[in-house]
C-alpha cells in the first residue's frame, strides 16, 4: 500500500533519564497528499496516531508533539474532521451545506473555525465577515492558538463522553467555541486593542453563558464540559491540562484591585458549580468537587469538599481532570485513611 504521508506521533523514551520526548515523523508520500484516502487508515490507527497525550503519558512528550503538528505540513485533526464532515454528510443530506460551508470549503482548521465562530458571534453592527477577517488575522498568525485548538479539540475527544468525533467540538459544543473565542480576544487584549476585545468578551457571555475576561491566561488542552455559567475572572490562571465543569466561578472576593482571582494548577478537576474566589492557589492535579466554596489554598493532588471547602484525601497517581472522575471512593485515594485538613 502507498504511503499516505499522514503525520504519525512516537513517545520516545529517553534511556538517559529525563522525560519521555515526542517525535514527529512524516511519511514519505507527504508531498503528494493523501487526498482523504487515509481515512479508512484513521479508524484503524487511531490510537497509534492519536491521542496526543494519554493518561500517564509525561507533559514534556506531550508538549513537543503537539508543536510538531503545527511545524507539520500534515494536520490528523484536520484530517479527521474533514472525514468526519464528509460521513455526516452522506448521512444527513439536510445538512450536506451546513458541513461544506463549516468545513469542507476551507483548507485548515483555522479558517474553519473562523467561519463557525464569525457566525455565532455575529450581530447586527459586527457582520460575520468583518469577524471573519479578525478571527483568520489572529490565528493564522500566531502559532500558540494553532497548537491550543488542537489541544483542546483532543481534550474534549478524550475527557467528554458525549464528543464522539472531533468535528462535534468543532460545529455543536459551546464549551469549545467559547474557549476558542476567548482565546482570539486574549490575544487582541494582549496587542492592545482591549475595547474591541471586551466588545468580544461582550458577545461571547451572551451567545454562550460563558464570561471569561480577555486578560485571564488559560493554558492548553482545556475542558470546559457544557460550559453554561462559567466565569473566569481578569487575573485568573488556568494551567494545562484542566477541566471545568458547568457553572464554575473563578472570581475574586469584593472590590479589591490587582492581582484578585484564584490560580487553577494544571491537571486540576473543577466540578460543576464550584465557586473558588480570591487570589488562592489550587494544587497541581488537585480536585474540587461539585458545589464547593473554595477560599483558602488547596494542595496540589487533593480533594476539597463542602462549603466552606475541606481537603478530605489525597492522590498521587493521575491527573483527575484526565480521568475525570468526580466521585470519592476510598479506592481512589493514594493514603487508605481519608484525612480531614482545615488547611
Given amino acids: ?32 497528499g493523501c487526498g482523504g484516502s487515509c481515512a479508512g487508515v484513521w479508524r484503524r490507527r487511531s490510537e497509534a496516531i492519536f491521542p496526543i497525550y494519554v493518561m500517564g503519558s509525561s507533559r ?11 511545524d507539520s505540513a500534515e494536520d490528523p485533526i484536520w484530517e479527521a474532521i474533514k472525514s468526519e464532515a464528509k460521513s455526516e454528510a452522506e448521512k444527513e443530506p439536510i445538512l450536506s451545506s451546513f458541513l461544506y460551508a463549516s468545513v469542507l470549503s476551507h483548507d485548515c482548521l483555522e479558517r474553519a473555525l473562523s467561519f463557525v465562530l464569525a457566525n455565532r458571534l455575529e450581530d447586527p453592527t459586527l457582520l460575520a465577515t468583518q469577524l471573519i477577517d479578525i478571527f483568520n488575522d489572529v490565528m493564522m498568525n ?52 482591549k475595547v474591541l476585545a ?8 451572551e451567545v454562550f453563558a460563558v464570561d ?27 494551567g494545562n491540562w484542566v477541566s471545568l465543569m458547568q457553572g464554575v466561578t473563578l472570581g475574586g ?49 487533593s480533594m476539597a469538599v463542602g462549603n466552606p471547602a475541606k481537603v478530605v484525601g489525597y492522590m498521587e497517581k493521575e491527573d483527575p481532570s484526565l480521568t475525570m472522575k468526580h466521585d470519592a471512593r476510598r479506592d481512589y485515594f493514594e493514603h487508605v485513611a481519608i484525612r480531614y485538613s482545615d488547611d
Avoid at 198 to 205: E, F, G, H, M, T
Avoid at 218 to 235: A, P, S, W
Avoid at 261 to 290: D, R
Fill in 212 to 238: 471569561i475576561h480577555p486578560a485571564a491566561k488559560i493554558g492548553e488542552g482545556i475542558l470546559l464540559d457544557h460550559g453554561t455559567g462559567l466565569v473566569i475572572g481578569e487575573t485568573a490562571v488556568v
Fill in 1 to 32: 500500500m502507498t504511503s499516505c504521508g499522514c503525520l504519525v506521533l512516537e513517545k520516545v523514551e529517553d534511556h538517559g533519564g529525563e522525560a519521555a520526548r515526542g517525535r514527529v515523523k512524516v511519511a514519505p508520500g507527504a508531498a503528494s
Fill in 142 to 193: 500566531n502559532k500558540d492558538i494553532c497548537r491550543s485548538i488542537r489541544l483542546d479539540a483532543q481534550a474534549f475527544k478524550d475527557r467528554d463522553p458525549a464528543c464522539a468525533q472531533y468535528s462535534w467540538a468543532l460545529l455543536y459544543l459551546k464549551g469549545y467555541q467559547s474557549l476558542q473565542s476567548y482565546r482570539i480576544s486574549n490575544v487582541l487584549w494582549n496587542q492592545g486593542r
Fill in 253 to 301: 472576593t469584593g472590590k479589591e484591585h490587582g492581582d484578585r482571582h484564584p490560580k487553577i494548577g494544571q491537571g486540576a478537576l473543577i466540578g460543576a458549580g464550584a465557586t473558588i474566589l480570591g487570589n488562592i492557589n489550587v494544587g497541581e492535579g488537585a480536585m474540587i468537587a461539585a458545589g464547593s466554596l473554595v477560599l483558602k489554598n488547596v494542595p496540589p493532588h
Fill in 198 to 205: 471586551l466588545a468580544l468578551q461582550s458577545r461571547i457571555s
Fill in 60 to 70: 514534556a512528550s506531550t508538549v513537543a508533539a503537539a508543536r510538531g503538528i503545527v
